[in-house]
Nanobody, 114 residues
Framework: QVQFVESGGGLVQPGGSLRLSCEAS????????MGWYRQAPGNSRELVAH???????VYADSVNGRFTISRDNAKSTVHLQMNSLKPEDTAVYYC????????WGQGTQVTVSS
């Protein structure tokens, strides 16, 4: 059964950093492009970064230059390093395949506030 378990969120001041992790199970991780998504209150879920099976990366304009996505196929894990965080990055962050489908994990809350 497919499962995504996100971790690493928290409360951070503007300009700070966090590193999110997501462990996937129930899929052949190495052949899947993986993405990090976020959903802020009142907004729809959006894709902020994705990484292809071969390691190519693509970022939303809003996070380009500040966030870095990476993957560890041996551990079926995808990471999101977030630097220079802004209040508008506040959201629940999820991982899923690049072509996302249920189930979704519980997500990890990121709050950027002074």
């Amino acid at each position: 059964q497919v499962q995504f378990v996100e971790s690493g969120g928290g409360l951070v001041q503007p300009g700070g950093s966090l590193r999110l992790s997501c462990e996937a199970s129930g899929i052949i991780f190495s052949i899947n492009g993986m993405g990090w998504y976020r959903q802020a209150p009142g907004n729809s879920r959006e894709l902020v970064a994705h990484i292809t099976s071969s390691g190519g990366t693509v970022y939303a304009d809003s996070v380009n230059g500040r966030f870095t996505i990476s993957r560890d196929n041996a551990k079926s894990t995808v990471h999101l390093q977030m630097n220079s965080l802004k209040p508008e990055d506040t959201a629940v962050y999820y991982c899923n395949r690049v072509a996302p489908r249920p189930p979704w994990g519980q997500g990890t809350q990121v709050t950027v506030s002074s």
